[in-house]
Each structure stands twice: as structure tokens, then as C-alpha cells.
């Protein structure tokens, strides 16, 4: 009894992730839209409901009941299955991000291994998009992506090394603790490197602007998913926003104290700690995610070259740097 009562727990928990993620998933694009219109002197999506704000929903029907196109030459086994795997590994990963103290479908020990593992267990759909589509561009995007997850992933996981040494845990619920009990309230300003490589990988890895290079409309018209349409089209569009979800949730958990408030505002300001734990940890997920719109309205994409002298000639350098800089300071405080 007490097993079945475990297993509805987790049953319930994931559907309450999953449904909240997905309706933010929706909405993320919708306030993309508005907000990279109004940086470029446009209103956005104003038709659909009251300023637009059914936009999404009227886009999701759309894709649910446009023609799903197969291309007659495909490899049509994978290519069903690429962007399947693409939406299963981004939502894996959110078995293990605790939203708020105690809220968490799986609290296991190696929660950041894990998010790294589901990262890179994605690319494969991506490149396998590619590969079973047989089309040029397509191709192209794919084994774009595979180099850029090989070069990215690198930095992301070195980026995180610092934090894991002055928490002294690979477990996320530990690390928002160590953070809480620090000096400065929260990693980011101890590790200011790590945090500033973390955040330049994460937009590479999640393959958003300015390094979009497996889309690069401009050259291969979508990239990898240059030939899906209609329902498979929408479920790799899902996976790169749960893929912004996550990698901000992590930059939330790891950087920035996840639902935690510095104990120095509570002392100037005592009522911020009635405020509860899950609205900091949106208010500073929005706050990430609000910074990929950002970027992706001000600066222009990275010539490929560019983009793969910046993850191993700089981004890499930094985050060893920034390990050494991290145990030399472990070793002497």
C-alpha cells in the first residue's frame, strides 16, 4: 500500500511538471514574439484573442492538424523518430530540477550529470533528423549540431565543476542549500567565470540565436528539421523552449540561489521573506529566459568558424581557469 501510495506521488508530480512546463513552453513563444517586437519597433502577435494572448493556442491547432509531409527518399523509420527522441531526452531532465524546497519528481545525487546526459541524449535527434531526411541542408544542420554539442557540452560541464567544489555536491537541492549559507547569498558573483561560460554554452546548447548554426535560415533554410511539417515540426520547436527551461533552471539552481532570497536583503527588506520559494525561482527563471530573448533580437549570428573558435579557444581556457582559480581558493579558506 504504502508502495502504490509512492508511485501516485511521483504519478501526480510529473503530471503537474509536465503540464506547467508545456503551458510555459506556449507561452514562451508567445512572449517572444511581443517582446522581440517591441525591441523592433513592432507590436507582435495582436490578432487571436486580446492582445494576442491566444496566439499559441491557435498555433497549436494549427500544427496538430496541418499535413504531416514525409520526404519519399527518407529514412522513414528514424525520421519518426528523431524529433521523439529530441522532446523525451528535454523532458527526462525535468525529473530532476527541484522547483522549490522539496518539490522534486526524482531527488537523486547526480542531478547535474543527469541534465548534462539528457542534453546530449537530445543532440542525437537533431543529428538523426538530419541524417533520415535526405536533404542537403538538413544533413548540413545536423553534423553542425553534432560539432556544436561536442564543442559546447565540453564548457557546460567544466563551467559547473566550480560550484560543485564549493558546494561540495552534485546534488541541486544540496547546492541551493550550500548557496544560501554562503557569503554572497548565491554563486554568481564567487563565480563569475563559471557563470559567465555557463551562460554563453547553455544558449549554444539549446541552439538559439546568435548560434543558431543548425537552423541558419539565411543558408539552410531550417537546418535539420528543414523538412519536417505540422506535428513533428511543432514537438522540435517544444524541445528547444523545455531546453531554455532547463538550462535556465540550472543557471536558477546553480548560480543564482534557486528559491532562496541572500540572507542580506531579508535583513534590509524582512517582508521579501514571506514572499514563497517558487515565485524567486520564477521570477529568476523568467528573468533567464527573458535574457535568450534578449540576445537573440541584438546581436547577429556567428559565422561558423566564429562559432567554434569561441567554444575551444576561449570558453574551455576559461572554465579551466576558473576550476584552478576555485581549488586554489577551497584550499587556502
Known amino acids: 500500500m504504502e508502495l502504490l501510495w509512492e508511485i501516485s506521488i511521483i504519478v501526480i508530480k510529473i503530471v503537474v511538471v509536465v503540464s506547467v512546463v508545456m503551458f510555459h513552453v506556449a507561452y514562451a513563444t508567445y512572449f517572444e514574439r511581443k517582446v522581440i517586437g517591441r525591441m523592433q519597433m513592432r507590436m507582435g502577435p495582436k490578432e487571436v484573442g486580446p492582445l494576442g494572448i491566444l496566439q499559441p493556442v491557435a498555433d497549436g491547432i494549427k500544427s496538430f492538424f496541418k499535413e504531416d509531409i514525409i520526404p519519399l527518399n527518407s529514412d522513414k523509420p528514424v525520421f519518426y523518430l528523431a524529433p521523439v527522441i529530441s522532446i523525451m531526452a528535454a523532458m527526462s531532465a525535468l525529473a530532476v530540477i527541484p522547483f522549490f524546497d522539496g518539490f522534486i519528481i526524482s531527488n537523486i545525487n547526480l542531478g547535474i550529470l543527469f541534465i548534462l546526459a539528457m542534453s546530449s541524449l537530445g543532440a542525437y535527434g537533431i543529428v538523426l533528423a538530419g541524417w533520415a531526411s535526405n536533404s542537403k541542408y538538413a544533413f548540413l544542420g ?57 551562460i554563453v554554452s547553455a544558449v549554444a ?110 570558453l574551455i581556457p576559461l572554465s579551466l581557469l576558473n576550476i584552478l582559480i576555485t581549488g586554489i581558493a577551497k584550499l587556502i579558506i
Open 142 to 198: 545536423g553534423l553542425r549540431s553534432a560539432a556544436q554539442v561536442i564543442s559546447y557540452e565540453v564548457s557546460l560541464g567544466l563551467s559547473l565543476v566550480g560550484v560543485m567544489l564549493l558546494a561540495g555536491s552534485f546534488n541541486l537541492n544540496d547546492i541551493v542549500e550550500a548557496q544560501s549559507s554562503s557569503v554572497f547569498g548565491f554563486y554568481a558573483i564567487p563565480q563569475i567565470l563559471g557563470f559567465f561560460v555557463f
Open 205 to 314: 546548447e539549446t541552439n538559439r540565436p546568435p548560434f543558431d548554426l543548425p537552423e541558419a535560415e539565411s543558408e539552410l533554410v531550417a537546418g535539420y528539421f528543414a523538412e519536417y511539417s505540422g506535428f513533428r515540426f511543432a514537438l522540435f520547436m517544444a524541445a528547444e523552449y523545455i531546453g531554455m527551461i532547463i538550462m535556465s533552471s540550472l543557471a536558477v539552481l546553480c548560480f543564482l540561489g534557486g528559491w532562496t532570497v541572500p540572507y542580506y536583503v531579508l535583513y534590509l527588506f524582512p517582508f521579501l521573506g514571506a514572499v514563497p520559494g517558487v515565485v524567486w525561482f520564477i521570477l529568476k527563471l523568467y528573468a533567464c529566459i527573458f535574457f535568450y530573448y534578449w540576445i537573440r533580437a541584438t546581436l547577429p549570428r556567428f559565422r561558423y568558424d566564429q562559432l567554434m573558435a569561441l567554444g575551444w579557444k576561449l
